[in-house]
């Protein structure tokens, strides 16, 4: 049997946890990240050139935040619900029992390596399962770290990191997980469903896609302008819900962008490209990719480059068209492509005529154009007024739909997500209702009278 196949094994006769013990287990995992927080701080540096305050807001502290939220409320959602019985079960009493689903593979992204891998793992141990978890290639710093605190934490029957690319990753996915939970993207989230469907294994899969960022002459224009910014540039646009595109009205797209080149001025400095607070493309391949779109439209702002250290500045294109390269794909880089429509009902067009985005931001002070776009556009999540901040809440679930993914997760959903809900109904004996039996004399009658 491969090193593989035996770990699933392990894992596959794992006894769930009580709850108390689940509960040990995750402070045990959050002393173990404090007791490393510096290691993971140095990985995310060397690895994405990330700078501490965006290392912790983005990565370490949503994670503590997550395990808080859990701590705070794993004895009420693991509990047994009691539920209704209708009159035709009078006598017995319904219940849903909150088991794990079992052995559990966690794939894992590059972009926040630390947040994303963490963050699903502690859904699938609050919830009771064994976990292995597989975090990407691409930020191998980060990667050992990671491997360093679960090895501290649990045993490998429990929890256990495999680390290794694609053909690692092919050869967990031959595995008959109990659950599959991928972030990745849509193209190797089909690779991810494919397989599942093999053993019929049910899936969260978080992608990506392009996300919009719609901005209404009523707007808050200085203030749309920072947050736009700060949402597509943190993590130098490495951000699967960050602003994609812009999608402006015409009337107020000067103004817009000259505020929003302000802006990145004013977070970034004369030189973006050489700035330490300035994340880095991941790597060569990646940053080749994204060079190639400084050439679609005008460049606004932006479009050096610093090959050796693999940053491209903050970038805006205006007069870029739907048939641009940089409109063919997620662009998951510093490159913010500018749109513009004369009324609403256009760019709510644009946006249907095209996949399901992950996340959509409106900028308007008009409650009637919130709601014609809240009404009329399906998408995983978003923000009025803002960008990223609907992902970083334990209260609201995050996730995709159509293209852009689907499940969701985050605070109770991440339980809830690694939780087969199995409905028991538990009869009385103290009595029998003779008449849903064959034999029964005007059984059909009475069933009648109940059911109609
Ligand atoms: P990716 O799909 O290339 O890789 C993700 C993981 O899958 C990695 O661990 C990788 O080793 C593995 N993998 C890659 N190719 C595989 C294959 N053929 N078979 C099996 N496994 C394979 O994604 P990425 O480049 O690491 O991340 C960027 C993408 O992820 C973007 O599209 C982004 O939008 C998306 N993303 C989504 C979310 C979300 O929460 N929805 C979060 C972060 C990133």
Known sequence: MDKLTALFQKQKVFQKPAVQERIRILQDLKAAIKQHEKD????????????????????????YEEINHTLKHLHKWAKPTRVKTPLTHIGSKSMIIKEPYGSVLIIAPWNYPFQLALSPLVGAISAGNAVILKPSELTPAVSQVISTIIKHVFQEDHAAVVEGGVDVSTELLKLPFDYIFFTGSVAVGKVVMEAAAKHLTPVTLELGGKSPSIVMPDADIKLAAKRITFGKFTNAGQTCIAPDYL????????????????????????????HPHFGKNVSQRHFDRLTQ???????????????????????ILDHITWDDPVMQEEIF???????????????????????????LYLFTTNKETETYILDNLSFG????????????????????????????????????????????????????????????????????????
């Open 333 to 359: 880089g510093p490159i913010l492509p500018v749109m513009t429509f004369d009324s609403l009902h256009e760019a709510v067009h644009m946006i249907k005529a095209r996949p399901k985005p992950l996340a």
């Open 40 to 63: 993971i701080l140095q990985a995310l540096a060397h690895d994405l050139h990330k700078s501490e305050q965006e290392a912790y807001t983005t990565e370490i502290g949503i994670v």
């Open 381 to 452: 999540g978003g923000c009025i007024n803002d960008t990223l901040m609907h992902v970083a809440t334990p209260y609201l679930p995050f996730g995709g739909v159509g293209e852009s993914g689907m499940g969701r997760y985050h605070g109770k959903d991440s339980f809830f997500t690694f939780t087969h809900e199995k409905s028991v109904l538990r009869q009385t004996n103290r009595f029998d209702f003779s008449f849903r039996y064959p034999n029964a004399k005007n059984g059909l009658d009475l069933v009648r009278k109940f059911l109609k």
């Open 293 to 315: 779109f400084l050439s679609n439209g005008t460049i606004v702002t932006g479009g050096q480059r610093n090959e050796q250290e693999l940053k491209i500045a903050p970038t």
């Open 247 to 274: 999608l402006v009205h015409e009337s107020i797209k000067e103004e817009l962008l000259r505020e929003m080149t302000a802006c990145i001025r004013d977070f970034y400095g004369e030189h973006p490209e050489t």
